[in-house]
């Protein structure tokens, strides 16, 4: 699937409906899940995994192309390597 927009609009625009419309309905009770968010509509969806997400979110809304995913109660949604990135060597 290809992006309709570039990457870091779609980035942008993720974060920005993430912490204004999802953050506080999810934050407290699915502490690692994953939100999968169409920065079209502001559609999204969850899941333990980012293809449950993304399966949750393409039966709301079939089509999406613009999908931004988020690692609830984490900076990013994977990490390199055994370590989280911002941990002390």
Do not use: N
């Amino acid at each position: 699937m290809t992006l309709t927009r570039p990457a870091d609009e779609v980035a942008r625009l993720g974060d920005e409906i993430y912490e204004r419309d999802i953050r506080a309905q999810v934050e407290a009770e699915h502490h690692g899940e994953i939100v999968a968010i169409d920065v079209e509509s502001g559609c999204w969806g969850l899941g333990k995994t980012a293809t449950e997400a993304r399966a949750q979110l393409d039966r709301q809304r079939a089509g999406v192309t613009d999908v931004w995913g988020v690692r609830i109660g984490h900076r990013a949604l994977h990490h390199f390597g055994g370590r989280p990135i911002w941990s002390a060597r």
